[in-house]
Protein backbone atom coordinates (compact mmCIF):
# COMPACT_ATOMS: atom_id res chain seq x y z
CA UNK A 1 0.00 0.00 0.00
CA UNK A 2 1.79 3.36 -1.03
CA UNK A 3 0.82 6.71 -2.09
CA UNK A 4 2.82 9.12 -3.82
CA UNK A 5 2.86 12.91 -4.04
CA UNK A 6 5.40 15.17 -4.86
CA UNK A 7 6.08 18.87 -3.78
CA UNK A 8 4.88 21.89 -5.54
CA UNK A 9 5.94 25.28 -5.72
CA UNK A 10 4.71 27.97 -7.52
CA UNK A 11 6.53 31.14 -8.35
CA UNK A 12 4.90 34.35 -9.84
CA UNK A 13 6.41 37.57 -10.76
CA UNK A 14 5.34 40.55 -12.77
CA UNK A 15 8.22 42.04 -13.97
CA UNK A 16 8.13 45.60 -15.15
CA UNK A 17 11.85 45.18 -16.25
CA UNK A 18 13.42 42.74 -17.78
CA UNK A 19 16.00 41.32 -15.19
CA UNK A 20 16.74 38.26 -12.56
CA UNK A 21 14.50 38.52 -9.09
CA UNK A 22 15.20 36.09 -6.71
CA UNK A 23 12.69 34.28 -4.57
CA UNK A 24 14.63 32.33 -1.57
CA UNK A 25 16.87 29.96 -3.63
CA UNK A 26 15.07 30.13 -7.10
CA UNK A 27 14.54 32.20 -9.20
CA UNK A 28 13.28 33.24 -12.36
CA UNK A 29 15.68 34.82 -15.40
CA UNK A 30 14.98 36.44 -18.28
CA UNK A 31 17.00 37.92 -21.28
CA UNK A 32 16.63 39.72 -24.54
CA UNK A 33 19.14 36.97 -26.59
CA UNK A 34 19.18 37.14 -30.50
CA UNK A 35 16.16 38.60 -30.72
CA UNK A 36 14.32 36.05 -28.91
CA UNK A 37 13.29 36.22 -24.94
CA UNK A 38 15.31 34.02 -22.89
CA UNK A 39 13.48 32.16 -20.04
CA UNK A 40 15.47 30.22 -17.34
CA UNK A 41 14.86 29.11 -13.81
CA UNK A 42 18.06 29.15 -11.24
CA UNK A 43 18.56 27.18 -8.25
CA UNK A 44 21.24 27.75 -5.60
CA UNK A 45 22.49 25.18 -3.16
CA UNK A 46 23.39 25.80 0.25
CA UNK A 47 26.25 27.56 1.57
CA UNK A 48 27.88 25.11 3.44
CA UNK A 49 29.57 24.01 0.84
CA UNK A 50 28.64 20.37 0.56
CA UNK A 51 27.32 18.56 -2.26
CA UNK A 52 23.59 18.78 -3.40
CA UNK A 53 21.47 17.62 -6.17
CA UNK A 54 17.69 18.74 -7.09
CA UNK A 55 15.74 16.85 -9.20
CA UNK A 56 13.00 18.81 -10.70
CA UNK A 57 10.02 18.88 -13.51
CA UNK A 58 9.56 22.48 -14.59
CA UNK A 59 6.63 24.35 -16.83
CA UNK A 60 7.27 27.87 -17.78
CA UNK A 61 4.43 29.97 -18.69
CA UNK A 62 3.81 33.23 -20.12
CA UNK A 63 0.41 35.33 -20.13
CA UNK A 64 -0.37 37.85 -22.32
CA UNK A 65 -3.52 39.84 -23.98
CA UNK A 66 -7.17 38.16 -24.46
CA UNK A 67 -6.24 34.80 -22.36
CA UNK A 68 -3.30 34.07 -24.96
CA UNK A 69 -0.89 32.14 -22.93
CA UNK A 70 2.55 30.33 -23.88
CA UNK A 71 4.16 27.49 -22.15
CA UNK A 72 7.11 24.72 -22.25
CA UNK A 73 8.04 22.02 -20.07
CA UNK A 74 11.00 19.99 -19.13
CA UNK A 75 12.73 18.08 -16.64
CA UNK A 76 16.44 18.66 -15.20
CA UNK A 77 18.52 17.47 -11.98
CA UNK A 78 20.24 20.93 -10.60
CA UNK A 79 23.74 19.45 -9.21
CA UNK A 80 25.18 23.12 -9.08
CA UNK A 81 24.07 26.84 -8.84
CA UNK A 82 23.03 26.93 -12.46
CA UNK A 83 20.33 28.36 -14.64
CA UNK A 84 18.24 25.72 -17.17
CA UNK A 85 15.75 26.96 -19.47
CA UNK A 86 15.24 28.29 -22.93
CA UNK A 87 17.51 30.54 -24.92
CA UNK A 88 14.28 31.19 -27.87
CA UNK A 89 11.42 30.95 -25.38
CA UNK A 90 9.85 33.36 -27.52
CA UNK A 91 10.40 36.18 -30.71
CA UNK A 92 11.31 38.80 -29.62
CA UNK A 93 8.07 41.17 -30.98
CA UNK A 94 5.81 38.49 -30.60
CA UNK A 95 6.38 39.12 -27.03
CA UNK A 96 6.21 42.62 -26.91
CA UNK A 97 3.07 42.29 -29.47
CA UNK A 98 1.01 39.80 -28.01
CA UNK A 99 2.44 39.27 -24.51
CA UNK A 100 3.28 42.75 -22.86
CA UNK A 101 0.60 44.63 -21.08
CA UNK A 102 1.36 48.22 -20.49
CA UNK A 103 4.74 47.14 -20.07
CA UNK A 104 5.08 44.77 -17.49
CA UNK A 105 5.31 40.85 -18.46
CA UNK A 106 3.51 37.88 -16.09
CA UNK A 107 5.60 34.83 -16.09
CA UNK A 108 5.19 31.29 -14.08
CA UNK A 109 7.43 28.89 -13.20
CA UNK A 110 6.16 25.82 -11.61
CA UNK A 111 8.32 23.53 -10.20
CA UNK A 112 8.13 20.05 -9.00
CA UNK A 113 10.98 18.85 -6.59
CA UNK A 114 11.33 15.38 -7.14
CA UNK A 115 13.80 14.31 -5.06
CA UNK A 116 16.75 16.60 -3.28
CA UNK A 117 20.00 15.83 -1.00
CA UNK A 118 22.18 18.21 0.74
CA UNK A 119 19.46 20.69 1.77
CA UNK A 120 18.87 18.96 4.85
CA UNK A 121 19.34 20.63 8.80
CA UNK A 122 20.54 18.86 11.47
CA UNK A 123 18.22 16.22 13.09
CA UNK A 124 17.49 16.15 16.70
CA UNK A 125 16.17 13.02 17.73
CA UNK A 126 17.33 9.36 15.87
CA UNK A 127 15.54 6.65 14.09
CA UNK A 128 18.38 4.43 13.33
CA UNK A 129 19.31 1.13 14.08
CA UNK A 130 19.92 2.72 17.93
CA UNK A 131 16.20 2.88 18.19
CA UNK A 132 15.97 -1.01 17.56
CA UNK A 133 14.76 -1.92 21.14
CA UNK A 134 12.16 1.19 21.07
CA UNK A 135 10.72 -0.09 18.35
CA UNK A 136 8.96 -3.35 16.80
CA UNK A 137 8.64 -2.23 12.53
CA UNK A 138 11.29 -0.93 10.37
CA UNK A 139 10.41 1.65 7.96
CA UNK A 140 12.03 2.17 4.38
CA UNK A 141 12.06 5.95 2.50
CA UNK A 142 14.43 5.73 -0.57
CA UNK A 143 17.00 2.96 1.02
CA UNK A 144 16.76 4.68 4.45
CA UNK A 145 15.33 2.93 7.42
CA UNK A 146 13.12 4.51 10.14
CA UNK A 147 13.04 1.96 13.14
CA UNK A 148 9.40 2.72 14.60
CA UNK A 149 6.82 1.54 17.02
CA UNK A 150 3.21 0.48 15.06
CA UNK A 151 1.11 1.47 17.63
CA UNK A 152 2.50 4.84 17.99
CA UNK A 153 2.12 5.92 14.59
CA UNK A 154 -1.26 4.28 14.33
CA UNK A 155 -2.63 6.32 17.44
CA UNK A 156 -1.14 9.28 15.20
CA UNK A 157 -2.11 8.58 12.11
CA UNK A 158 -5.39 6.85 9.91
CA UNK A 159 -3.12 5.73 7.28
CA UNK A 160 -0.45 4.07 9.08
CA UNK A 161 -3.26 2.18 11.71
CA UNK A 162 -4.71 0.99 8.42
CA UNK A 163 -1.60 -0.08 6.85
CA UNK A 164 0.41 -1.45 10.11
CA UNK A 165 -2.28 -2.68 12.11
CA UNK A 166 -5.06 -3.05 9.60
CA UNK A 167 -5.36 -6.15 6.98
CA UNK A 168 -2.90 -5.58 4.50
CA UNK A 169 0.20 -7.78 4.23
CA UNK A 170 2.22 -4.71 5.59
CA UNK A 171 0.66 -5.60 9.08
CA UNK A 172 2.63 -8.95 9.36
CA UNK A 173 6.52 -7.51 8.24
CA UNK A 174 9.36 -6.31 10.11
CA UNK A 175 10.13 -4.35 7.04
CA UNK A 176 7.92 -1.86 5.21
CA UNK A 177 8.76 0.52 2.49
CA UNK A 178 7.23 3.79 1.75
CA UNK A 179 7.23 5.09 -1.91
CA UNK A 180 7.09 8.98 -2.96
CA UNK A 181 8.37 11.02 0.03
CA UNK A 182 11.63 12.46 1.01
CA UNK A 183 13.50 10.60 3.92
CA UNK A 184 15.06 14.16 5.15
CA UNK A 185 10.95 15.12 5.23
CA UNK A 186 9.71 11.94 6.57
CA UNK A 187 12.17 12.26 9.29
CA UNK A 188 11.30 15.92 10.38
CA UNK A 189 8.21 14.16 10.03
CA UNK A 190 9.00 11.75 12.48
CA UNK A 191 10.56 14.06 15.14
CA UNK A 192 7.44 16.34 15.16
CA UNK A 193 4.77 13.04 15.79
CA UNK A 194 7.74 12.03 18.76
CA UNK A 195 6.69 15.79 20.56
CA UNK A 196 10.33 17.20 19.21
CA UNK A 197 10.75 20.89 18.06
CA UNK A 198 11.62 19.86 14.75
CA UNK A 199 9.37 22.46 12.82
CA UNK A 200 11.04 25.72 11.09
CA UNK A 201 10.38 27.89 7.73
CA UNK A 202 12.32 25.47 5.42
CA UNK A 203 10.84 22.20 6.27
CA UNK A 204 7.41 23.28 7.35
CA UNK A 205 6.04 22.46 3.93
CA UNK A 206 7.38 19.02 3.33
CA UNK A 207 6.08 18.37 6.93
CA UNK A 208 2.56 19.46 5.98
CA UNK A 209 2.77 17.38 2.83
CA UNK A 210 3.28 14.17 4.76
CA UNK A 211 1.07 15.08 7.26
CA UNK A 212 -1.60 15.48 4.99
CA UNK A 213 -1.01 12.34 2.95
CA UNK A 214 -0.97 10.50 6.16
CA UNK A 215 -3.69 12.20 8.29
CA UNK A 216 -1.69 13.36 11.34
CA UNK A 217 -3.63 15.09 13.52
CA UNK A 218 -1.31 16.51 16.25
CA UNK A 219 1.56 17.32 13.35
CA UNK A 220 -1.46 19.29 12.13
CA UNK A 221 -1.87 21.17 14.76
CA UNK A 222 1.41 21.72 15.10
CA UNK A 223 2.85 22.84 12.10
CA UNK A 224 -0.29 25.32 12.02
CA UNK A 225 0.77 26.44 15.40
CA UNK A 226 4.39 27.40 13.98
CA UNK A 227 2.92 29.08 10.80
CA UNK A 228 0.36 31.07 13.33
CA UNK A 229 2.72 32.28 15.73
CA UNK A 230 6.30 32.09 14.25
CA UNK A 231 6.71 31.86 11.22
CA UNK A 232 7.67 34.92 8.36
CA UNK A 233 6.11 33.65 5.22
CA UNK A 234 4.11 35.48 3.32
CA UNK A 235 0.26 36.19 3.61
CA UNK A 236 -0.29 34.57 0.19
CA UNK A 237 1.92 31.66 1.10
CA UNK A 238 0.20 30.81 4.39
CA UNK A 239 -2.64 31.28 2.70
CA UNK A 240 -1.89 28.88 -0.24
CA UNK A 241 -0.37 26.28 2.19
CA UNK A 242 -3.70 27.50 4.90
CA UNK A 243 -5.91 26.06 1.64
CA UNK A 244 -3.95 22.91 0.49
CA UNK A 245 -3.41 21.48 3.64
CA UNK A 246 -7.14 22.05 5.18
CA UNK A 247 -5.58 24.37 8.23
CA UNK A 248 -9.29 26.12 9.23
CA UNK A 249 -7.73 28.44 11.82
CA UNK A 250 -4.73 29.98 9.83
CA UNK A 251 -7.11 30.39 6.80
CA UNK A 252 -9.79 32.38 8.86
CA UNK A 253 -6.16 33.96 10.24
CA UNK A 254 -5.06 35.21 6.78
CA UNK A 255 -8.64 36.05 6.11
CA UNK A 256 -8.67 38.86 8.70
CA UNK A 257 -5.65 40.31 7.25
CA UNK A 258 -6.74 41.26 3.68
CA UNK A 259 -8.54 44.29 4.35
CA UNK A 260 -7.39 46.25 1.18
CA UNK A 261 -7.85 46.11 -2.72
CA UNK A 262 -4.32 45.80 -3.10
CA UNK A 263 -4.23 42.63 -0.03
CA UNK A 264 -6.65 41.02 -2.52
CA UNK A 265 -4.23 41.14 -5.35
CA UNK A 266 -1.26 40.26 -3.27
CA UNK A 267 -3.13 36.82 -2.43
CA UNK A 268 -4.89 35.74 -5.87
CA UNK A 269 -3.36 32.98 -7.44
CA UNK A 270 -2.24 32.88 -11.43
CA UNK A 271 -5.53 30.99 -11.51
CA UNK A 272 -8.78 32.22 -9.67
CA UNK A 273 -9.81 28.49 -9.77
CA UNK A 274 -7.54 27.61 -7.32
CA UNK A 275 -8.81 30.19 -4.51
CA UNK A 276 -10.50 28.03 -2.03
CA UNK A 277 -14.07 28.36 -1.70
CA UNK A 278 -14.41 30.13 1.59
CA UNK A 279 -12.22 33.15 0.58
CA UNK A 280 -14.46 33.86 -2.41
CA UNK A 281 -17.29 34.02 0.11
CA UNK A 282 -15.31 35.99 2.62
CA UNK A 283 -14.06 38.62 -0.12
CA UNK A 284 -17.90 38.74 -1.41
CA UNK A 285 -18.94 39.87 2.12
CA UNK A 286 -16.59 42.16 2.62
CA UNK A 287 -15.71 45.85 1.81
CA UNK A 288 -12.43 46.40 0.81
CA UNK A 289 -10.59 49.78 0.35
CA UNK A 290 -8.03 50.93 -2.07
CA UNK A 291 -7.43 54.81 -2.15
CA UNK A 292 -10.71 55.15 -0.88
CA UNK A 293 -13.39 53.06 0.71
CA UNK A 294 -15.60 51.50 -2.22
CA UNK A 295 -18.14 48.70 -1.35
CA UNK A 296 -17.77 45.30 -3.73
CA UNK A 297 -20.02 45.86 -5.75
CA UNK A 298 -18.22 49.32 -7.41
CA UNK A 299 -15.04 47.24 -6.98
CA UNK A 300 -16.29 44.53 -9.41
CA UNK A 301 -17.11 47.15 -12.03
CA UNK A 302 -13.48 48.79 -12.08
CA UNK A 303 -11.52 45.17 -11.35
CA UNK A 304 -11.71 42.65 -13.81
CA UNK A 305 -10.15 39.88 -11.24
CA UNK A 306 -13.05 40.98 -8.98
CA UNK A 307 -15.36 40.56 -11.28
CA UNK A 308 -14.05 36.51 -12.06
CA UNK A 309 -14.06 36.48 -8.03
CA UNK A 310 -18.19 37.29 -8.41
CA UNK A 311 -18.50 34.48 -11.26
CA UNK A 312 -16.90 32.35 -9.38
CA UNK A 313 -18.88 32.27 -6.24
CA UNK A 314 -21.97 32.39 -8.55
CA UNK A 315 -20.52 28.85 -10.18
CA UNK A 316 -19.84 27.60 -6.48
CA UNK A 317 -23.29 28.85 -4.95
CA UNK A 318 -25.35 26.79 -8.10
CA UNK A 319 -22.91 23.74 -7.08
CA UNK A 320 -23.59 23.46 -3.09
CA UNK A 321 -26.94 23.83 -4.10
CA UNK A 322 -26.81 20.80 -6.59
CA UNK A 323 -24.89 18.69 -4.19
CA UNK A 324 -26.66 19.74 -0.84
CA UNK A 325 -28.95 16.63 -1.12
CA UNK A 326 -26.51 14.42 -2.03
CA UNK A 327 -24.66 15.38 1.49
CA UNK A 328 -27.68 15.17 3.41
CA UNK A 329 -28.36 11.20 1.85
CA UNK A 330 -24.82 10.18 2.81
CA UNK A 331 -24.56 11.86 6.16
CA UNK A 332 -27.49 9.91 7.09
CA UNK A 333 -25.83 7.23 6.24
CA UNK A 334 -23.00 7.35 8.07
CA UNK A 335 -25.00 8.33 11.39
CA UNK A 336 -26.51 4.70 10.77
CA UNK A 337 -22.79 2.94 10.29
CA UNK A 338 -22.21 5.24 13.57
CA UNK A 339 -24.83 3.62 15.64
CA UNK A 340 -24.28 0.01 14.25
CA UNK A 341 -20.70 0.51 15.38
CA UNK A 342 -21.90 1.71 18.72
CA UNK A 343 -23.63 -1.34 19.26
CA UNK A 344 -20.37 -3.40 19.24
CA UNK A 345 -20.00 -5.67 22.64
CA UNK A 346 -16.50 -4.70 24.56
CA UNK A 347 -14.41 -7.61 25.64
CA UNK A 348 -14.25 -7.26 29.79
CA UNK A 349 -10.78 -7.88 30.86
CA UNK A 350 -10.01 -10.72 32.99
CA UNK A 351 -6.91 -9.44 34.48
CA UNK A 352 -7.16 -7.14 37.59
CA UNK A 353 -3.49 -5.69 38.53
CA UNK A 354 -3.73 -4.85 42.45
CA UNK A 355 -0.04 -4.07 43.05
CA UNK A 356 1.02 -0.27 43.37
CA UNK A 357 4.62 1.29 41.80
CA UNK A 358 6.17 2.11 44.96
CA UNK A 359 7.60 5.84 43.73
CA UNK A 360 7.62 9.06 45.94
CA UNK A 361 4.91 11.20 45.60
CA UNK A 362 5.36 14.04 43.35
CA UNK A 363 4.26 16.50 46.09
CA UNK A 364 2.64 19.67 45.01
CA UNK A 365 4.02 22.21 47.09
CA UNK A 366 4.69 25.91 47.30
CA UNK A 367 5.64 28.48 49.64
CA UNK A 368 3.88 31.95 50.06
CA UNK A 369 6.08 35.14 51.18
CA UNK A 370 4.85 38.51 52.41
CA UNK A 371 6.57 41.40 53.96
CA UNK A 372 3.42 43.54 55.82
CA UNK A 373 4.54 46.84 56.63
CA UNK A 374 2.83 49.47 59.10
CA UNK A 375 1.86 46.30 61.09
CA UNK A 376 1.22 48.21 64.69
CA UNK A 377 -1.64 50.13 62.35
CA UNK A 378 -3.60 47.80 61.34
CA UNK A 379 -7.57 48.90 61.95
CA UNK A 380 -9.16 46.35 64.11
CA UNK A 381 -11.43 43.46 62.07
CA UNK A 382 -9.56 44.89 58.63
CA UNK A 383 -8.32 41.78 56.67
CA UNK A 384 -4.88 42.37 55.29
CA UNK A 385 -3.75 40.42 51.80
CA UNK A 386 -0.29 39.65 50.96
CA UNK A 387 0.49 39.58 47.08
CA UNK A 388 -1.99 36.75 45.26
CA UNK A 389 0.35 34.14 43.42
CA UNK A 390 -0.67 31.47 41.24
CA UNK A 391 0.90 27.80 41.80
CA UNK A 392 -0.81 24.66 40.10
CA UNK A 393 -3.69 26.90 38.33
CA UNK A 394 -4.68 27.25 42.26
CA UNK A 395 -4.62 31.54 43.60
CA UNK A 396 -3.73 31.99 47.23
CA UNK A 397 -2.31 34.53 49.36
CA UNK A 398 -1.43 35.08 53.11
CA UNK A 399 -4.01 37.02 54.67
CA UNK A 400 -3.84 38.93 58.41
CA UNK A 401 -6.18 40.58 60.63
CA UNK A 402 -6.30 42.06 64.32
CA UNK A 403 -8.88 40.38 66.04
CA UNK A 404 -9.83 40.77 69.51
CA UNK A 405 -6.32 41.89 70.47
CA UNK A 406 -4.71 38.69 68.61
CA UNK A 407 -3.16 38.47 65.33
CA UNK A 408 -4.92 36.46 63.30
CA UNK A 409 -3.17 34.62 60.52
CA UNK A 410 -4.97 33.11 57.13
CA UNK A 411 -4.56 31.68 54.22
CA UNK A 412 -6.83 32.59 51.16
CA UNK A 413 -7.61 30.05 48.27
CA UNK A 414 -9.78 31.05 45.29
CA UNK A 415 -11.70 28.62 42.82
CA UNK A 416 -11.67 29.34 39.18
CA UNK A 417 -13.48 32.13 37.47
CA UNK A 418 -15.88 29.43 35.78
CA UNK A 419 -18.99 28.44 37.56
CA UNK A 420 -17.93 24.77 38.09
CA UNK A 421 -17.82 23.15 41.35
CA UNK A 422 -13.93 22.88 42.96
CA UNK A 423 -12.22 21.69 46.09
CA UNK A 424 -8.32 21.95 47.13
CA UNK A 425 -7.45 19.72 50.10
CA UNK A 426 -4.52 21.51 51.79
CA UNK A 427 -2.00 20.97 54.64
CA UNK A 428 -0.75 24.60 55.82
CA UNK A 429 2.01 25.56 57.83
CA UNK A 430 1.99 29.19 59.18
CA UNK A 431 5.50 30.67 59.94
CA UNK A 432 6.57 34.34 61.18
CA UNK A 433 10.12 34.85 61.69
CA UNK A 434 11.03 37.27 64.75
CA UNK A 435 14.66 39.20 65.38
CA UNK A 436 17.13 36.98 67.05
CA UNK A 437 16.32 33.65 65.56
CA UNK A 438 12.35 33.98 67.29
CA UNK A 439 9.61 32.22 65.25
CA UNK A 440 6.29 31.10 65.53
CA UNK A 441 4.68 28.19 63.75
CA UNK A 442 1.28 26.45 63.39
CA UNK A 443 0.11 23.84 61.65
CA UNK A 444 -3.74 22.55 59.86
CA UNK A 445 -5.81 20.42 57.51
CA UNK A 446 -8.52 22.25 55.35
CA UNK A 447 -10.63 21.07 52.43
CA UNK A 448 -11.28 24.53 50.40
CA UNK A 449 -14.77 24.44 48.81
CA UNK A 450 -15.23 28.16 48.06
CA UNK A 451 -13.00 31.53 48.31
CA UNK A 452 -12.59 32.12 51.36
CA UNK A 453 -9.46 32.21 54.84
CA UNK A 454 -8.50 29.63 56.75
CA UNK A 455 -6.33 29.70 59.77
CA UNK A 456 -5.61 30.85 62.77
CA UNK A 457 -7.89 33.53 64.53
CA UNK A 458 -5.35 33.59 67.59
CA UNK A 459 -2.24 32.91 65.97
CA UNK A 460 -0.58 35.77 68.17
CA UNK A 461 -1.45 37.78 70.93
CA UNK A 462 -1.03 41.60 69.50
CA UNK A 463 1.49 43.13 72.28
CA UNK A 464 3.70 39.71 71.76
CA UNK A 465 3.57 40.23 68.27
CA UNK A 466 4.59 43.85 68.73
CA UNK A 467 7.31 43.39 70.71
CA UNK A 468 9.25 40.19 69.72
CA UNK A 469 8.20 39.96 65.93
CA UNK A 470 8.24 43.45 64.43
CA UNK A 471 11.23 44.68 62.76
CA UNK A 472 11.06 48.10 62.32
CA UNK A 473 7.32 48.05 61.99
CA UNK A 474 7.49 44.96 59.54
CA UNK A 475 6.39 41.72 59.77
CA UNK A 476 7.50 38.62 57.77
CA UNK A 477 4.93 35.90 57.41
CA UNK A 478 5.52 32.37 55.70
CA UNK A 479 3.12 29.75 54.36
CA UNK A 480 3.99 26.45 53.57
CA UNK A 481 1.10 25.08 51.42
CA UNK A 482 0.82 21.36 49.96
CA UNK A 483 -1.92 20.52 47.81
CA UNK A 484 -2.97 17.41 48.46
CA UNK A 485 -5.77 16.33 46.08
CA UNK A 486 -8.01 18.92 43.62
CA UNK A 487 -10.67 19.17 41.37
CA UNK A 488 -12.48 21.39 39.30
CA UNK A 489 -9.00 23.49 38.23
CA UNK A 490 -8.01 21.39 35.41
CA UNK A 491 -7.84 22.63 32.04
CA UNK A 492 -9.27 21.09 28.69
CA UNK A 493 -7.58 18.19 27.48
CA UNK A 494 -6.31 17.65 23.65
CA UNK A 495 -5.73 14.07 23.17
CA UNK A 496 -7.80 11.16 24.58
CA UNK A 497 -6.45 7.99 26.42
CA UNK A 498 -9.22 6.23 27.69
CA UNK A 499 -10.76 3.26 26.57
CA UNK A 500 -11.18 4.82 22.99
CA UNK A 501 -7.60 4.38 22.80
CA UNK A 502 -7.66 0.70 23.54
CA UNK A 503 -6.55 -0.65 20.17
CA UNK A 504 -3.42 1.79 19.87
CA UNK A 505 -2.32 0.75 23.63
CA UNK A 506 -0.67 -2.40 25.28
CA UNK A 507 -1.21 -1.41 29.08
CA UNK A 508 -3.02 0.12 31.39
CA UNK A 509 -1.56 2.80 33.70
CA UNK A 510 -3.97 3.65 36.73
CA UNK A 511 -3.90 6.73 38.64
CA UNK A 512 -5.70 7.86 41.35
CA UNK A 513 -8.71 5.40 39.62
CA UNK A 514 -8.13 7.22 35.99
CA UNK A 515 -7.05 4.63 33.71
CA UNK A 516 -4.81 5.54 30.79
CA UNK A 517 -3.90 3.19 27.75
CA UNK A 518 -0.86 3.68 26.27
CA UNK A 519 1.94 2.10 24.81
CA UNK A 520 4.85 0.19 27.23
CA UNK A 521 7.95 0.90 24.38
CA UNK A 522 6.33 4.51 23.45
CA UNK A 523 7.08 5.74 27.46
CA UNK A 524 10.30 3.83 27.83
CA UNK A 525 11.66 5.44 24.97
CA UNK A 526 10.75 8.49 26.49
CA UNK A 527 11.69 7.58 30.00
CA UNK A 528 14.32 6.15 31.93
CA UNK A 529 11.90 5.24 34.52
CA UNK A 530 9.23 3.67 32.04
CA UNK A 531 12.05 1.86 30.66
CA UNK A 532 12.70 0.16 33.85
CA UNK A 533 9.18 -0.02 34.82
CA UNK A 534 7.63 -1.11 31.96
CA UNK A 535 10.58 -3.17 29.99
CA UNK A 536 12.76 -4.43 32.93
CA UNK A 537 12.88 -7.03 35.18
CA UNK A 538 9.97 -5.46 37.96
CA UNK A 539 6.95 -7.33 38.19
CA UNK A 540 4.76 -4.49 36.76
CA UNK A 541 6.93 -5.33 33.24
CA UNK A 542 4.33 -8.65 33.07
CA UNK A 543 0.62 -6.65 34.04
CA UNK A 544 -1.74 -5.44 31.70
CA UNK A 545 -2.98 -2.75 34.54
CA UNK A 546 -0.32 -0.60 36.37
CA UNK A 547 -1.10 1.30 39.38
CA UNK A 548 0.92 4.84 39.83
CA UNK A 549 0.78 6.44 42.78
CA UNK A 550 1.35 10.03 44.63
CA UNK A 551 0.20 11.69 41.40
CA UNK A 552 -2.42 13.77 40.37
CA UNK A 553 -4.44 12.17 37.17
CA UNK A 554 -5.10 15.73 35.44
CA UNK A 555 -0.71 16.37 35.65
CA UNK A 556 -0.43 12.84 34.41
CA UNK A 557 -2.76 13.81 31.15
CA UNK A 558 -1.02 16.54 30.39
CA UNK A 559 2.38 15.27 30.74
CA UNK A 560 1.23 12.45 27.97
CA UNK A 561 -0.06 14.58 25.73
CA UNK A 562 2.90 16.68 25.72
CA UNK A 563 4.99 13.04 25.51
CA UNK A 564 2.73 12.12 22.35
CA UNK A 565 3.74 15.86 21.10
CA UNK A 566 0.61 17.75 22.00
CA UNK A 567 1.19 21.78 22.58
CA UNK A 568 -0.33 21.46 26.23
CA UNK A 569 2.10 23.33 28.48
CA UNK A 570 0.86 26.41 29.70
CA UNK A 571 2.42 28.49 32.56
CA UNK A 572 1.09 25.80 35.06
CA UNK A 573 2.71 22.47 33.68
CA UNK A 574 4.41 20.65 35.62
CA UNK A 575 6.50 17.04 34.75
CA UNK A 576 7.19 13.92 36.79
CA UNK A 577 9.43 11.85 34.82
Same mark, same amino acid.
Given at each position: ???????? +???????? %????? &?????? @?????????????? /???????? =???? #????? $??????????? %?????????????????? !?????????????????????? /?????? &??????????????????????????????????????????????????????? &???? %? #?????????????????????????????????????????????????????????????????????? /??? *????????? =???????????????? !?????????????????? $??????????????????????????????? /?????????????? =??????????????????????????????????????????????????????????????????????????????????????????????????? *?? @??????????? $?????????????????????????? +???????? +???????? %????????? &???????? #??????????????????????????????????????????????????????????????????????
Amino acid at each position: MTRSQQRA +LTIKLILL %KIHQI &STNRLC @IELKRLNEHLAYYL /HIRGPENG =IKWS #VETKV $EFKVYGQNKKS %KAHTFDYRYEKDEGCGYP !DFLEWEEMKKEYLIDGSLTVEA /HVQLIE &SSGFSKEKIRKFDESNKDDSDVILVVNKKEFYVLRKFLAAQSSFFKALLLGNFAE &SKKL %K #VTLTGIDPDDFHYFLEVLYGELAIDENNVEGILLLVDMYDAKTATRRCENFLLKESKKSLKKKLEMATRY /HLE *NLKNNCMEK =IKTKEDVRSVLPANIN !DLDHNIFFYMSDNEFTGS $ETLPIDLLLEKDPILKQIELKIDAITEKLAE /HGQKFNEISDKLQS =IENLTAKISKIDEDVEAKDTVPKQAAEKSFILKHVFENVEHFVKGRSYEGGSENHFNVVSCIALQRLNDHLACFVSIRGPKEEVKWEVETKVDIKIDGP *NQ @ISKAESCNHCF $EKNEGWGFPKFLEWEEMKNEYLVDGK +LTVEAHVQ +LIESSGFS %KEKIRKFDE &SNKDDSDV #VLVVNKKEFYVLRKYLAAQSSFFKALLLGDSAESKKPKVTLAGIDPDDFHYFLEVLHGELAIDEDARTFF
